[in-house]
């Protein structure tokens, strides 16, 4: 499996979850790595991004401030804390590889997708 992500759940309004995305280091090393997420009825949406080499991360503005990416280098896994959830963050949350680490960071181009894990936030 090149991506898989995991860790999502139901959540109270103002809660947390760490959602995990399990990979392999040919899939990111090198690469961008990021977090999508897809509610009902809209599109998709960039949540963040990290650069795996050396863990720099470009959130999203809607994000920022409660989201936070971290890797584990030794463990191939890409986190993604998310605190003080809203009803909003409600979504189906994907993480994706591009090779180029330091492109924008949006859906254009990503080449490696993983299945979503759901996140619901009740308030």
């Known amino acids: 499996v090149q991506l898989q992500a995991s860790g999502g759940g139901l959540v109270q309004s103002g809660g947390s979850l760490r959602l995990s995305c399990l990979t392999s280091?040919?899939?990111?090393?090198?690469?961008?790595v990021a977090w999508f997420r897809q509610a009902p009825g809209k599109e998709l949406e960039a949540v963040s991004c990290?650069?795996?080499?050396?863990?720099?991360?470009r959130p999203a503005d809607s994000v920022k401030g409660r989201f936070t990416v971290s890797r584990n280098r030794a463990e191939n896994t890409v986190y993604l804390h998310m605190n003080n959830l809203k009803s909003e963050d409600t979504a189906v949350y994907y993480c994706?590889?591009?090779?180029?680490?330091?492109?924008?960071?949006?859906?254009?181009?990503?080449?490696?997708w993983g299945k979503g894990t759901q996140v619901t936030v009740s308030s």
């Open positions: 994706a590889t591009h090779m180029a680490p330091d492109r924008t960071c949006n859906r254009s181009g990503m080449d490696n």
């Open positions: 280091r040919e899939t990111v090393d090198h690469r961008l």
């Open positions: 990290v650069r795996y080499s050396d863990g720099v991360t």
